[in-house]
């Protein structure tokens, strides 16, 4: 099942589809081989460097290629795994299709991720700030109110890059335990540090992607386009596996709970935890309160479950790990499309104040919207369809949007029925991904400076189109669920 094509012709719609199957594979392998190309290639533009002996893992050719090449070849493999990707999912579940069964399709997933955990991670410096954050608490110092620069002459912290240098932790108590395991696990070396936090990642992701599986294995067409969705996804495996992004294990989290709702001591501790790794993941918990609203009792034991989690993580890490949130919740990123909003908003009324609460106000009105577009005609409120809207929601809405956020409504589509917001979804991550090419802020060559600076900002707007194409879509995917089940535009459902 995939979005709605315009229908002149229904054979040579679906002669495109089968013809799409190779192609589409063909984009999607490159592209993850291009990924495992930029790491292996050693520290550029793209790769931070880590300090550390050399036999230690992570490892890589050392090659030093330059930057217009790395950043080409990531520009290459951001847009050959969007495209193939999108073609795969438009083919996916046709008669005549020839795409790889969905075991082989995990397998390979699973296989690029456990590699790619062995070369250093690319594309962001994050991890660095991670490796950072771990060393403070094993040095028994509080990651939520100092920086790398309060530790001047560490080996570790000394490897976080501007602009980070000087920023404490926004990451919740779980992550922040994870973090000082590898700390501890790594020493003094930056390498294995940053090595033991990858295995972490790609075990998330890989358990995921296993779970996912298991879910959709009575369904062949399912467990395809779950595949295609997560495991053996282009995109995330650049942001999630080599990026090395925290938010998998928050992703893993909240996939493992709403596939274990019918365990409530279990599905509550898992979404305290997703909570305790990245508090925006606890959108996720209103989709099985929703489900549990005339059953109290169930919900008062997963919702006393989940709370006692967080409440005992932040307990331990200390009431300043709020403090954080609380500020980076106002801040709008450059490829956001509140980012022009704002710029009209200091155009019309004045330059003296940032406008954020009311972008904020705005925000929150529009995820609203998005949520109730989709879901005031779905099938069935259950949990996973609840989940999946509110997410998909937040990311098209929140001022403050970066691609890797976009895996957790990944993580959410899989476990519901395919329609076009598959499509609008990955299309979103693809514009993004561009717009943050690369997220790196050291290290870049000032005659691709206009990458950040015209680029980024023209995407903003790609992503207000994308927006409003998607309100205007899920309204009439609403007016046409009476449809036959099979109809093109239906809702999110469960199947």
């Known amino acids: 099942m995939c979005w709605n094509f315009p229908v002149t012709s229904e054979t040579r719609l679906e002669k495109a589809r089968r013809w799409l199957a190779g192609p ?19 520290p550029s533009s793209m790769v931070p460097a880590l300090s ?40 996916s579940g046709r008669v005549g299709a020839r795409l790889p069964s969905a075991r082989v399709l995990v397998i390979a997933g699973c296989a690029a991720a456990g590699l790619l955990a062995f070369l250093p991670p690319s594309g962001s410096a994050d991890h660095l700030n991670y490796a950072a954050y771990g060393r403070m608490v094993t040095l028994g110092l509080s990651p939520y109110t100092h920086g790398a620069v309060d530790l001047p002459g560490d080996p570790i912290a000394d490897a976080v890059e501007e602009p980070w240098r000087e920023e404490p932790s926004v990451y919740g108590p779980v992550a922040t335990a994870v973090q000082a395991v590898a700390s501890w696990a790594g020493g003094d070396s930056v390498r294995l540090t940053i090595f033991v936090l990858a295995l972490v990642n790609a075990a998330a992701f890989i358990a995921t992607g296993l ?38 294990l928050a992703i893993a989290c909240m996939v493992a709970a709403l596939l274990a709702r019918g365990r ?46 967080v409440i005992v993580g932040y307990a331990i890490a200390g009431t300043e790990a709020i403090e954080p949130m609380t500020r980076t919740s106002k ?19 004045g330059t003296g104040s940032a406008y954020r609460g009311q972008i904020q ?69 693809l514009v993004l991904s561009l717009a943050y090419l690369p997220a790196r802020v050291e290290g870049q060559p000032e005659d691709l400076a206009w990458l950040s600076t015209v680029v980024r900002p023209r995407l903003a707007w ?34």
């Not at 305790?276 to 059953?295: D, F, S, T, Y």
């Open 24 to 42: 589409a594979m063909v984009a999607i392998g490159a592209s993850i081989l291009l990924t495992i190309t930029i790491g292996l290639l050693g």
């Open 264 to 309: 409530p001591v279990g599905s509550g501790v898992l979404l305290g935890l997703g909570v305790a790794v990245k508090v925006n993941a606890g959108l996720v918990a209103l989709g099985p309160a929703w489900e549990l609203r005339r059953r109290p009792a169930r919900l008062a034991l997963v919702a006393g479950c989940a709370v006692a989690v």
């Open 211 to 248: 779970l996912v599986d298991r879910f959709t294995r009575d369904d062949p067409a399912r467990r395809l386009r779950a595949a295609l969705l997560w495991t053996a996804n282009p995109l995330l495996l650049y942001h999630l596996v080599a990026g090395m992004h925290v938010d998998t």
């Open 331 to 349: 801040s709008i990123s450059h490829a956001s499309p509140w980012k022009p909003v704002q710029g009209w908003l200091q155009a019309v009324v």
């Open 361 to 429: 106000i705005g925000s929150l009105l529009l995820l609203g919207l998005i949520a109730w577009a989709l879901l005031r005609r779905a099938e069935r409120l259950e949990a996973p369809v609840v989940s999946a809207a509110l997410v998909v929601a937040y990311v098209f809405a929140t001022p403050y949007i970066l691609p890797w956020y976009d895996g957790l409504a990944l993580g959410m589509l899989v476990l519901v029925g395919a329609s076009a917001l598959d499509g609008f979804v990955v299309a979103h991550l």
């Open 52 to 91: 550390g002996p050399a036999w230690q893992p992570p490892y890589s050719l050392g090659a030093e290629p330059g930057s217009h090449l790395v950043i080409a070849l990531a520009a290459v493999a951001l847009v050959l795994g969007g495209l193939g990707l999108l073609a795969a999912l438009a083919c």
């Open 462 to 495: 790609v992503l207000m189109a994308l927006t409003l194409g998607l309100l205007v879509w899920a309204w009439r995917a609403a007016g046409r669920a009476h449809r036959p089940r099979g109809s093109a535009e239906r809702p999110l459902s469960v199947p």
